[in-house]
């Protein structure tokens, strides 16, 4: 990656994440995106967002915390490990990252036990995702909120079957191998339904273009920001 960035350097984009500057960021993904991977912390469009929209709405890091982190994202862990104000523990049922083997369907954690939870790009893989909010719930303080994000289509209604175990025909369908349903518009209002409250939060849009385009971010990202309901 050293190579990559010596070959980009310029002030044209700038990461906000490590704060390395560049002419242009790497093309990434199965259909190759232009100007997505940062090549110092390898932050993506959707990570260079959360960053911004934990520094600019929230008070993650500067208050005290206890974070639950799913599948931790590579361009985060030492920066949030860092944080003399976070309580930070990562999880995940596979990831070497993460510090704690853990199955999101039953979270080996007490009731109330976390401020903040982050689980990116984690539930289309999952058999039960609402059973994972729930426990997302469980586990949340009262006062407790975090973010779930997931690929979202444009489908009115989310597609799932259980019945397709194929690797190459989940890929068909779902877009990936290992995913096992397809969100539409409806993802937010699924999510409602295990008992936790989800805001679709449109921080993107409150932003200046000239810093989008500066920091290369997704211009139709939806942050959703969920909070311990009822």
Same mark, same amino acid.
Request: hydrophobic letters at 40%; aromatic letters at 10%.
């Given at each position: 990656m050293k190579v990559f960035a010596q070959m980009n350097k310029g002030n044209a984009v700038q990461?906000?994440?490590? @704060? =390395?500057? $560049?002419?242009k960021f790497l093309p990434y993904g199965r259909i190759a995106r232009p100007n997505a991977l940062c090549p110092n912390c390898l932050a993506l469009e959707r990570h260079r967002l959360m960053w911004l929209f934990l520094r600019e709405k929230t008070d993650f890091f500067t208050a005290k915390l206890r974070v639950l982190h799913i599948a931790p994202e590579h361009c985060f862990i030492e920066r949030f490990? *860092?944080?003399? =104000?976070?309580? $930070?523990?990562? *999880?995940?049922?596979?990831?070497p990252l993460a510090k704690v083997k853990m199955d999101v369907h039953d979270i080996p954690f007490p009731d109330n036990s976390f401020d903040v939870v982050f689980c990116n790009h984690v539930l289309e893989h999952v058999t039960d995702d609402l059973k994972a909010c729930s426990e997302f719930n469980r586990v949340l303080k009262p006062t407790g909120w975090g973010i779930l994000q997931s690929p979202v289509y444009n489908l009115e209604k989310t597609l799932e079957d259980n019945t397709i175990t194929d690797a190459a025909e989940r890929e068909r369908i779902f877009g990936q191998r290992d995913h096992v349903r397809k969100y539409g518009k409806d993802y937010a209002a699924r999510l409602r339904n295990s008992g936790i409250k989800i805001e679709e939060n449109h921080?993107? +849009? @409150?932003? @200046?273009? *000239?810093?989008?385009? +500066?920091? *290369?971010?997704?211009?139709? @990202?939806?942050?959703?920001?969920?909070? +311990?309901g009822d």
């Open positions: 990461c906000p994440v490590c @704060e =390395n500057s $560049y002419s490990e *860092a944080l003399p =104000n976070l309580d $930070y523990i990562t *999880a995940d049922i596979e990831s921080f993107v +849009k @409150e932003l @200046e273009p *000239a810093l989008v385009s +500066k920091f *290369a971010l997704p211009i139709d @990202e939806t942050i959703f920001v969920c909070r +311990k």
